[in-house]
């Protein structure tokens, strides 16, 4: 079948768009460097809509909250859904709403920084905006990505999104319940990761129970 791909340099505005990634990548590379300076352990989690981000979130705090002083900054286009959610788990909760804007960069989440109360967190959850595709290229000075996808996104989620798992340090297989309901194959979906990471870590989780989290626990104690 004939494909059409875009040669180099004929997408359109690419010089703008180099520019526009190097600079956020510097400033992620600050945000770092606050999170350093205040001795917090910041982490990105990426996934689609509904891939469970939030749930993920709100059983991690209910696990951690014990032994850790947690913050939450929640991207989102226009809702505060999430950040009321994930504040009632007893968290400190910063709301970025990006309007249009399809994920977080690095300067949304030094904004959101500067409304957190940095001395009383030492782990910070990023729940970036819901899709795999281009929050892959905006890091936001996290120290450790984790990318969430649930089963019933479909047997491809994974070879369709390379970018995304290229970047992660941590892959979630989400409601594997569901796996068999929707003809989906998880040796194959942790094939399909392996072959683009091979080292990376893969938990099954049904997030809305909590199976699965443990391993994520034990991975950011250790992280
Ligand atoms: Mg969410
Ligand atoms: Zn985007």
């Known amino acids: 079948m004939k494909v059409i791909k875009p040669k180099s340099g004929e997408i359109f505005d690419i010089e703008l768009e180099e520019s526009l990634l190097r600079k956020n990548r510097e400033l992620a590379e600050e945000n770092k460097k606050i999170f350093n300076q205040y001795g917090i352990k910041a982490i990105d989690i990426l996934g689609s809509i509904g891939s469970?981000?939030?749930?993920?979130?709100?059983?991690?705090?209910?696990?951690?909250?014990?032994?850790?002083?947690?913050?939450?900054?929640a991207g989102d286009l226009t809702t505060e859904i999430d950040a009321n959610l994930i504040k009632k788990n007893g968290a400190k909760v910063v709301q970025i709403n990006t309007g249009k804007e399809c994920?977080?960069?690095?300067?949304?989440?030094?904004?959101?920084?500067?409304?957190?109360?940095l001395k009383e967190i030492n782990l910070l959850f990023i729940e970036n905006v819901g899709n795999l595709i281009c929050p892959a290229e905006f890091p936001v000075g996290a120290h450790y990505r984790i990318v969430i996808f649930s089963s019933t996104e479909g047997p491809y989620t994974v070879i369709k999104h390379p970018h995304i798992f290229k970047e992660a340090d941590m892959v979630i297989i989400n409601k594997i319940d569901l796996a068999k309901k929707m003809g989906v194959s998880l040796?194959?979906?942790?094939?399909?990761i392996k072959k683009i990471k091979p080292s990376i870590p893969i938990v099954e989780m049904v997030a809305k129970k909590g199976k699965g989290i443990e391993k994520v626990v034990k991975f950011l104690k250790n992280a």
């Open 52 to 73: 469970g981000k939030t749930t993920l979130i709100c059983q991690l705090i209910k696990k951690l909250k014990k032994d850790y002083k947690i913050g939450v900054i």
């Open 103 to 117: 994920h977080l960069d690095a300067k949304l989440v030094n904004e959101a920084i500067k409304n957190l109360p």
């Open 187 to 192: 040796i194959k979906l942790k094939k399909d």
